[in-house]
T-cell receptor, first 112, second 116 residues
């Protein structure tokens, strides 16, 4: 089965804690993306990566960090500097030669 | 930045009716895409229309693009209860070389409810 997996489905963060969201794809896609979605809102781009070992900030990168050490994996860390982290986080990927993005099922992050 | 803005924000229709959603954007685009999201799920790509195309069909979906007005519409014909979802337009802005710049900018979406 090819696709994008995100884990966990739900994640709880305590004040001052860093948490990491996992995103893995076995589609052999070149580019990967992280989006944040707030209730009733569209998607806002946090970070994206076009190739391994390279990534760029999106529109709302403050308080987040990423790494791209392997083509298949693009983990997102929500740091303690992100003061309002409660949201639905979506990971996506795309092939370089095609413009459409494929999305994972999402991780819902809640603050305790 | 939210480039695409969908209209209406919410739409409620009866099964069998047609549903039309509109999207406006601000800058030059390489293509415009429509995605669907069921509640609490990831997005699923529906259809892509390039800047040099005016209309495209896929099954019960019809998309139009007017680059002079910077607007697009998505028509779902003969709607079904299973079409209930949020629909988002996403713009792929023109990159430096004239192709994709690898980023999509999403609107806030239209919540479509199809009543059985």
């Amino acid at each position: 089965d090819g696709g994008i997996t995100q884990s966990p489905k739900y994640l709880f963060r305590k004040e001052g804690q860093n948490v990491t969201l996992s995103c893995e794809q076995n589609l052999n896609h070149d580019a990967m993306y992280w989006y944040r979605q707030d209730p009733g809102q569209g998607l806002r781009l946090i970070y994206y990566s076009q190739i391994v070992n390279d990534f760029q900030k999106g529109d709302i990168a403050e308080g987040y960090s990423v790494s791209r050490e392997k083509k298949e994996s693009f983990p997102l860390t929500v740091t303690s500097a992100q003061k309002n982290p409660t949201a639905f986080y979506l990971c996506a990927s795309r092939r370089r030669s095609l413009e459409t993005q494929y999305f994972g099922p999402g991780t819902r992050l809640l603050v305790l | 930045s939210q480039q695409g803005e969908e209209d209406p924000q919410a739409l409620s229709i009866q099964e069998g009716e047609n549903a039309t959603m509109n999207c406006s954007y601000k800058t030059s685009i390489n293509n415009l895409q429509w995605y669907r999201q069921n509640s609490g799920r990831g997005l699923v790509h529906l259809i892509l229309i390039r800047s040099n195309e005016r209309e495209k069909h896929s099954g019960r979906l019809r998309v139009t693009l007017d680059t002079s007005k910077k607007s697009s519409s998505l028509l779902i014909t003969a709607s079904r209860a299973a079409d209930t979802a949020s629909y988002f337009c996403a713009t792929d802005a023109m990159g430096g070389s004239g192709g994709s710049n690898y980023k999509l900018t999403f609107g806030k979406g239209t919540l479509l409810t199809v009543n059985p």
